[in-house]
């Protein structure tokens, strides 16, 4: 077979080589920066995700070198293939700016505002953007949709009313699982990511699906609000696992691992599947090889309690106070049976209740 041949596209006036037939967004990723467009239902490792979320919307404004004309409208990048000699405008097009905060809007119309309660706070794909692009107020009028929370089975947690309808779920799903247990129902604004007459989603990949949604729509119960993100350290780890390749993201805080997650690149997209096993019942650090920290982009708010080590920080009192022990007038644990140092948040099953911490049980 003949060589496939090397296109040249101009993005924001930086020039790239890249094989015929790539997408506009992954020749953008190629040159890095805010010259990629965002995206939250694109997914390389997904067949037939993209141009659903309209969140990664270009100006071409030349279409190749042999047809230079503009095309007329707006095209979603991640569905747009590159011509030799294309010139697309992304961060430097007022038109895109304007019609990414349009979509932006549009997104938020039911999405609740719950961030200070939601567990994807921090590492939301929806609040970066909402952040970047988004509005101080909402034109929308109407009254948002909403739904019951679901449990999915023993480990992950449906919250439809959060729900952008990116499909990334529905596809993880589709091609990981051998058969099909959830999907879309309904059509338009009733439409809702369910399963089939509510049976559990209980395949060996299906906590996958909790790292690809760009939102808190499906979450992990085993950490359900246990801890914030920007408390926790991330730490590579691995271990011999028959079922996936065991490379996984530990979030410890001192020697607690309270979550694991499929490691991600930089585009916040899974670089391999983990099984249900590593991600949900190996909770201890010695059920893991360290491998060291995970390299956290300064700008995130992950980064601020990135330690150099899995291990509990050190006190500083001590030094500043010559080596002396703090004098207490009070400690707080003879007094209240809450937040007892004996007992292990991440251990708990689910979020933490009063009674988790009551001594005089039955």
Known sequence: MPDTPLFKVTIDNITVEVPAGTSILEAARKIGGEVAPPAMCFYSKLKGSGGKCRTCLVEVSKGSEKDPRPMPKLVASCRTTV???????????????????????FLLLNHPLDCPICDQAGECHLQDLSYEHGKVGTRYEFQRRTFKKQDLGPYIQLHMTRCIMCFRCVFTADQLTDKREHGVLDRGDHAEIATFIQKSLDHDFIGNVIDVCPVGALTDRTFRFKNRVWFLNPTDAHRDCPKCTGKVTLWNRGDEVFRVTARKDEWGEVEEWICNECRFEKKKTSDWVIEGPRAISRHSVISQGHYLDAVKPTETFDAVNSGREPHLLLDIHNVSDVNKPSIDLSLIEGPAHSTDFNTNKN
């Open 83 to 105: 011509m030799d000699g294309m010139e697309v405008k992304n961060i430097t097009s007022p038109k895109v700016i304007d019609a990414r905060a349009g979509i932006v809007e």
